[in-house]
């Protein structure tokens, strides 16, 4: 994971946020590539859970919502970890980790930093606050929201309203969320401020069992086959009955196997019932029920909820992908080389334009040519800097999936060589040819 860090930051992937001034705990900043990275993991997202289903539509709601949507959700009461604290170095804990897998009680246990003795345990609510308009008084007060979910269900109304949906349906939404995490570690595996991917699924009572299993193999079948993700890396963790919150009727987690965390949650799938909605009927007055009218019947849908962290995804993507090769796989150098091995539809750049030369004026404008021609479609690079093999390599840490390179033949046969990643194989492709090779390709 130290490497998979130093990379990140190294390439412009993921920096810690406002590190010139010390840093932030639990907070970072995707760079120029990891920014790109990360619109790529949600495109991809959006495509396969709505733009590709006639049944699912979208959302984009405000962080900040009225006070009382988080009463009637259960977060303001619930929303809470167990929080312990070291008398002598005054280091706050989450108590559940302590205890997690040691067999002891935490009584029994110290303080990891300094050995001091812990206090006892305290529900630490989750939520981060601030006040809305000038007077900070508690009529003032409202949270960041703390997960996408809860303003799916508050617009429920509004989307069945307004398109004609019929049961079963979803809503989805890409967001940012953020939580006072009492420990963020783990690089952005766990931070205070990061972003979802949810959908809500509404269907008839009684269909859970069915709905819960379809996107359950729905998501495997997004990291596996859409992301690429390692089919050994993934596993489904389901919730033992006695552990569910009383709301839910199932549950499971998506787990990827990171470096030196192991096992460890991307993705929830919830079968949550009708709580939500019945929840939100009982605090705001609304009918939020689902007339079906052929049947003549009327009810509140259950919820099937598959909610995915962008920042956890992102994070599985590279450990994924990142392969160290024995030392000179392109023959003009000793040094371990590292290559992303990305699917090109999540590389942030996927075709990188190198002229041969870059003081002979005749390549590098017609390099420049080549790169705005394809640019406008596919996410590119212009780099004349350095020798071909060092492009190479720099374009194979980053995942760039191809390169095109332009030399003196370009000039006579309008030809130019494409280089795959992984195969470092070639080809000469006609200019003419470029865009739907590429389009075939990407
Ligand atoms: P954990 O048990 O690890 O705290 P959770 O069960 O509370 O996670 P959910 O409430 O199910 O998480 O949120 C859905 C998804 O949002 C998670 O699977 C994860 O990908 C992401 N997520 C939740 N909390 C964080 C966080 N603090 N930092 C980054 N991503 C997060």
């Known amino acids: 994971m130290e490497k998979i860090v130093s990379f990140c930051k190294r390439k412009g992937f993921i920096f810690q946020s406002s590190s010139i001034y010390g840093g ?21 997202w959006w495509n396969f859970m709505v733009n590709t289903r006639a049944n699912v539509v979208g959302l984009d709601s405000a962080i900040i919502v009225n006070p009382k949507v988080w009463e009637a959700s259960g977060h303001l009461e ?32 110290k303080c990891p930093e300094c050995n001091g003795d812990l206090m006892d345990v305290r529900n630490f609510n989750l939520m981060l606050k601030t006040f809305i308009g000038p007077v900070e008084d508690s009529s003032s007060i409202a949270y960041l929201r703390p997960e996408t979910a809860q303003a799916i269900f508050i617009n429920f109304k509004n989307v069945l309203d307004t398109q004609r949906l019929k049961i079963p349906f979803g809503i989805a939404q890409i967001g940012k969320a953020f939580r006072n995490e009492i420990t963020p570690g783990n690089f952005v595996f766990r931070t205070r ?4 991917m949810e959908m809500e699924f509404f269907i008839k009572p009684g269909e859970q069992e069915k709905w819960f299993k379809y996107w359950l193999d729905e998501r ?22 006695e552990d569910l919150a009383h709301y839910a009727i199932a549950c499971a987690d998506i787990e990827y196997n990171f470096p030196s965390m192991g096992w460890s949650e991307i993705e929830g799938v919830a079968s949550r019932g009708d709580y939500d909605l019945s929840q939100h009927e009982k605090y705001s007055g609304e009918d939020l029920k689902y007339f079906d009218e052929a049947k003549g019947e009327k009810y509140i849908p259950y919820v099937i909820e598959p909610s995915c962290g962008v920042d956890r995804t992102m994070l599985a993507l590279i450990c994924d992908a990142y392969e160290e090769l024995e030392k000179g796989r392109s023959g003009d150098s000793n040094a371990t080389e590292i290559v992303l091995k990305l699917n090109s539809n999540i590389s942030p750049i996927k075709i990188a334009v190198l002229p041969l030369v870059k003081n002979k004026e005749e390549i590098t404008s017609k390099a420049k040519q080549v790169f705005n021609l394809l640019s406008p479609c596919f996410v590119s690079e212009y780099d ?10 720099r374009q194979d840490e980053i995942g760039t999936p191809f390169c095109v390179t332009i030399d003196f033949d370009t000039l006579n046969d309008n030809a130019v060589t494409v280089r795959n990643r992984d195969t470092m194989g070639q080809e000469r492709i006609l200019i003419k040819d470029l865009m739907e090779y590429f389009n075939k390709n990407v």
């Open 193 to 196: 401020e990061f972003e979802q």
């Open 78 to 109: 619930n929303f809470t970890d167990p929080l312990t604290e070291c008398r002598k170095c005054h280091k706050r804990f989450r108590a559940d980790h302590l205890i997690e897998g040691c067999g002891l009680e935490l009584s029994q246990i």
């Open 384 to 393: 004349e800097t350095g020798t071909i093999g060092k492009r190479y390599r």
């Open 24 to 44: 932030i705990g639990g907070f970072y900043d995707y760079g120029p590539l990891g920014s790109q990275m990360k619109k790529n993991i949600k495109d991809n």
């Open 220 to 241: 495997i079948r997004w990291y596996t086959d859409i992301l690429g993700i390692k089919k050994e890396n993934l596993r489904i963790k389901e919730t033992p009955k």
